[in-house]
């Protein structure tokens, strides 16, 4: 992991020698910033479907938003055509936030703090439209759920994990300088309760988020989905 975090800075720090601008047909390098809703899916956690989900942890709807600022960097030295480029697309900065909603105000709360790091393809029909296409590791640093439906004593419990990987592929369309994004995150994390030594788990029939928990690491899947808009410059 270590060995891995050192190759992503690496290529952070050569990213001006990828958009140095060449001949007629290339494409400039372009930052964004965006927000969006971002949606668990039904198997979240390790469910099998919305009714496991909704009978184990009394689950009625989900909701969520994400805030990210990155940038693609065109791959000029790579010409493949007038408007289409390679490129590698970073977000430097990832936070994402997802709710699952339970009776009564009762909520778990998940969120993230990460970036994400990538190859992109972008074709440029004109200045004014253009799509990118892109795959991303994503390091996340910082990971908490905390379920407030759990039972009131003198402790507050939440549960954290830190410098775990997922994983996003997506589609983004450029209009001028607007930016609609759809991307799907996936991966799972461990996270342990602040506590004791126990791991969220939900899944097991055992398991209590309180009083019994997974005592053996495990992780839990997290997958979601990102609709994004925002600004390009």
Request: charged share 15%.
């Given at each position: 992991m270590?060995?891995?975090?050192i190759i992503?800075?690496?290529?952070?720090?050569?990213?001006?020698?990828?958009?140095?601008?060449?001949?007629?047909?290339?494409?400039?390098?372009?930052?964004?910033?965006r927000?969006g809703?971002s949606?668990p899916?039904?198997t979240?956690y390790?469910f099998?479907d919305k009714?496991e989900?909704?009978?184990a942890?009394g689950?009625?709807s989900?909701?969520?938003?994400n805030?990210e600022?990155?940038?693609?960097?065109m791959?000029n030295?790579i010409?493949?055509?007038?408007?289409?480029?390679?490129?590698?697309?970073v977000?430097m900065?990832?936070?994402?936030?997802?709710?699952l909603?339970?009776?009564?105000?009762?909520?778990?709360y998940?969120g993230?703090?990460?970036?994400k790091?990538?190859?992109?393809?972008?074709?440029?029909?004109?200045k004014?439209?253009a799509?990118?296409?892109?795959a991303k590791i994503?390091?996340?640093?910082a990971?908490?759920?905390?379920?407030?439906?759990?039972s009131?004593?003198?402790?507050?419990n939440?549960?954290?994990?830190?410098?775990?990987m997922?994983?996003?592929?997506?589609?983004?369309?450029?209009?001028?300088v607007f930016m609609l994004?759809f991307?799907y995150?996936?991966g799972s994390l461990a996270?342990?309760?602040?506590?004791?030594?126990?791991?969220?788990d939900?899944?097991?029939?055992?398991?209590?988020?309180e009083?019994n928990?997974?005592?053996t690491?495990?992780k839990?899947?997290m997958?979601?989905?990102?609709?994004?808009?925002?600004?390009?410059?």
């Amino acid at each position: 992991m270590k060995n891995l975090f050192i190759i992503i800075f690496s290529v952070i720090l050569a990213f001006p020698a990828f958009s140095q601008d060449f001949e007629s047909g290339d494409l400039n390098k372009k930052f964004y910033v965006r927000v969006g809703l971002s949606t668990p899916t039904w198997t979240y956690y390790g469910f099998k479907d919305k009714k496991e989900m909704g009978d184990a942890l009394g689950v009625k709807s989900r909701i969520g938003g994400n805030f990210e600022v990155g940038g693609i960097f065109m791959l000029n030295g790579i010409n493949i055509g007038n408007g289409m480029r390679f490129g590698i697309n970073v977000d430097m900065i990832s936070l994402k936030a997802q709710v699952l909603k339970l009776d009564a105000g009762n909520n778990i709360y998940n969120g993230f703090v990460g970036s994400k790091i990538g190859p992109s393809f972008t074709y440029a029909i004109n200045k004014a439209i253009a799509f990118d296409v892109f795959a991303k590791i994503n390091p996340i640093w910082a990971s908490t759920i905390y379920n407030n439906q759990q039972s009131i004593n003198d402790d507050f419990n939440f549960y954290y994990g830190y410098l775990q990987m997922m994983y996003s592929f997506g589609l983004n369309v450029k209009l001028s300088v607007f930016m609609l994004g759809f991307e799907y995150d996936m991966g799972s994390l461990a996270h342990q309760n602040n506590n004791s030594d126990g791991y969220w788990d939900p899944t097991n029939p055992t398991w209590d988020n309180e009083t019994n928990p997974t005592l053996t690491k495990v992780k839990t899947p997290m997958d979601g989905f990102n609709i994004t808009i925002g600004i390009v410059f």
